[in-house]
């Protein structure tokens, strides 16, 4: 038999209040086995209270070939954005 | 893609870089740069896990628990270390087992100083001292590098890495306040392993070869003859602390230049130990190669009982 | 309390953990996968540093001077009180595996009633190690269902293994140490009373990883008493060379 251990992700939360991040990958031959192994790996140094593993070939990308049509339409809303609001001076907190 | 296509690819992605934007895994990239980074990342896991061996070589002996204690941190960190940088390889379109495939057959190279062996304890702290020494001023301008993955790897190998020449440091400097035999422990792990870090930063600068192309990358910051300059500065006031000499006659501070005048490095012997023929590279390559093979038999068990799981758990989710 | 048998009784605890900790310091870098090296390597670390708790009381204690290092490192053979399970050889993965989860069902079952003993100190070292051995028991008995369950190459092997290493899990409630004084006075934990949960837990899981049960006949003692396997010898010179070589050093 020839087959590798997965690629796994590996999102780990440092506190509570703040989000998952990407920490890395590593192998592993299930689930739980990549929980440990992240154990193991990204948190020797107390950084993480939560972890997440998903593996890799779940993850779908978007493809950099289409930034443009993707994310450069956002560039011109700019009424997005609080400061294309023109307001008077005298209102001091809005 | 027409050769002027590519060309204008390679010029918005050159640019790209000069701005200082990061290049992601999907992002569009020339094959000499996705080549020339699987060869270097992949080295430099090698490096790691290879590295693992000689400090390895110690750890049952290790004289304290304390050491004991800070010598398998240190050892497993390694280990992290050489995962962060294979996966980081890894988004580079190749597996991790082919890189150990090209480091096993002799073809990917390995920083040749692992190629020494580890005779004595004070070996520990030389290695701690010397040569993460001198591995830290060749990675912490890569945290800076194009690569995005290979960045962010070399962040967290360095904040890991900053402990690791201070336990070296700490465990010589006991030496040399201890015994004569201790002391003469450490001037003898020094003598043996000066030279081989001051090869650590490689060839010359006029005998370099991808040096101009490195730097445009930011692979490179500093050529090597600068970044050993470095070293050899920073180092030798560390060993007059220690009260022990470097094995360099010619070693003396040049007032004009601002730096310390050093002897010739023994290049032949550099290459010899490159070319494989150091004092330890079969032995170096017969234990990963053995490590991997014995351990066959368990990753081949660990896929077969997670595909018995999945089987399972489809089997039940149809019965439910 | 008797302050011999209180240091004797720590031993017979400390012991296992630096014995154990120092086979798996064998393996970094020698594991079947870097994941692997880096959860053996944790382990490890965790049972040094229960050692050096152990020690350092077991120093205090004494009350003569003695450091952990003159505990671990400057004893003679028949000296060290470790069961022979935790001595036995790393002679491959499954080996490894399966000395793990014997001796962390048992270790587990020990700390969670040592936590309770009236010996404050022992009460501490005992409620920090619980989480530690909480996870190896966990890491340990998940590697050996995925071996014994995994290919048929695997499920020979770990049997093998756990024929192999059944003649010393009895051992793990050998009385042999704990004075029956210490135990009176709540300070020691009464092993005898774990042995049923022990046989019920580990039968479970190997049940679970597809693997025969052995009959339990015949069990192997020894090492309670400083009497060792001869892995022993070896595995000392190498804990010991350091200090033999060069005597009264600090390092």
């Avoid at chain 1, 107390?46 to 779940?58: F, H, L, P, Y």
């Avoid at chain 2, 050159?14 to 094959?31: G, Q, S, T, Y």
């Avoid at chain 3, 720590?10 to 996968?33: K, V």
């Avoid at chain 3, 014994?148 to 192999?164: A, C, F, P, T, Y």
Wanted: glycine fraction near 6%.
């Amino acid at each position: 038999m020839k087959k590798n251990w997965p690629l796994w992700e590996v999102f780990v939360r440092s506190k509570n209040g703040l989000e998952h991040r990407h920490f890395g990958s590593l192998r592993a031959a299930d689930a739980e086995m990549a929980l440990e192994n992240a154990r193991d790996v990204y948190t020797r140094r107390m950084e993480g209270i939560s972890i997440w593993v998903v593996e890799s070939k779940d993850i779908t990308a978007s493809n950099p070939e289409n930034n443009g049509e993707l994310f450069e339409p956002a560039q011109d809303k700019v009424y997005r954005h609080p400061t294309f609001y023109e307001l008077p001076d005298e209102l001091k907190h809005m | 893609m027409s050769e002027k296509e590519i060309k204008n690819l390679e010029e918005i992605f050159e640019a790209r870089i000069a701005r200082d934007e990061k290049i992601e895994p999907k992002d569009w990239m020339p094959e000499k740069y996705r080549k020339t980074h699987i060869r270097q990342i992949s080295q430099h896991a090698h490096s790691e896990i290879v590295g693992m061996l000689p400090e390895g070589n110690w750890i049952t002996r290790a004289p304290s628990l304390r050491r004991k204690a800070a010598l398998l941190a240190k050892v497993q960190d390694e280990a992290g270390h050489g995962l962060y940088l294979y996966s980081a390889c890894e988004t580079l379109g190749i597996s991790r087992e082919e890189m150990y495939e090209q480091l096993h057959t002799g073809k990917a190279k390995y920083s040749s100083i692992f190629n020494y062996p580890t005779l004595t304890w004070a070996d520990m702290g030389a290695i701690g001292w010397l040569v993460d020494g001198a591995a830290i001023i060749n990675q912490v301008p890569l945290c800076n590098t194009s690569y995005g993955p290979y960045a962010r790897a070399m962040i967290r190998v360095c904040k890991e890495e900053s402990f690791h020449q201070r336990q070296g440091f700490e465990s010589l400097l006991t030496l040399c306040k201890g015994t004569p035999d201790q002391k003469n422990m450490a001037q003898d792990a020094l003598n043996r392993w000066w030279w081989p870090s001051l090869m650590m930063f490689g060839p010359t600068d006029d005998e370099s070869t991808h040096t101009e192309q490195s730097m445009k990358w930011k692979l490179k910051r500093k050529t090597n003859d600068e970044l050993r300059q470095q070293f050899v500065d920073q180092t030798v006031p560390q060993a007059e602390i220690l009260g022990i000499t470097i094995p360099d006659p010619d070693l003396k501070w040049n007032e004009e230049r601002g730096h310390y005048d050093f002897g010739k490095i023994n290049w032949d012997e550099f290459w010899q130990v490159v070319k494989g023929h150091g004092p330890c590279n079969k032995q170096r390559i017969k234990d990963r190669v053995s490590a991997w093979e014995k351990g066959a038999w368990v990753r081949d068990a660990a896929i077969a009982y997670a595909e018995k799981q999945e089987k399972r758990n489809q089997e039940e989710r149809k019965a439910s | 309390m008797n302050k011999e048998s209180l240091y004797d009784y720590i031993l017979t605890i400390a012991d296992n953990c630096l014995i154990l900790g120092q086979r798996l310091g064998e393996l970094c870098g020698h594991g079947p996968s870097l994941e692997t090296d880096i959860a053996g390597t944790n382990i490890s670390l965790d049972l040094i540093g229960q050692t050096r708790s152990f020690y350092q009381y077991a120093a205090d204690i004494e009350g003569k001077g003695k450091t952990e290092d003159d505990i671990a490192f400057l004893r003679l053979e028949k000296d060290y009180k470790n069961c022979l399970l935790v001595e036995q050889p790393n002679d491959h993965f499954g080996y490894v595996i399966g000395r793990q989860y014997l001796w962390d069902t048992f270790y587990l079952l020990f700390l969670n009633e040592l936590q309770n003993s009236s010996d404050e100190t022992l009460s501490a070292i005992a409620k920090k190690g619980i989480k530690e051995v909480s996870y190896h028991r966990r890491f340990s008995g998940d590697w050996v269902k995925r071996l014994g369950d995994g290919s048929e190459e695997s499920h020979l092997k770990m049997q093998e293994v756990v024929n192999g290493l059944w003649p010393y899990v009895d051992e793990l409630f050998d009385m042999t140490g704990v004075s029956k004084e210490l135990i009176k006075q709540g300070i020691a934990v009464d092993l005898s009373k774990l042995r049923e949960t022990y046989f019920k837990q580990v039968s479970a899981l190997l049940e679970e990883a597809t693997l025969e049960v052995p009959e339990r006949k015949y069990f192997v003692y020894g090492g309670k008493k400083g009497v060792h396997s001869e892995y022993f010898g070896y595995l000392l010179s190498d804990l010991q060379y350091m200090q033999r070589t060069y005597p009264n050093m600090t390092w």
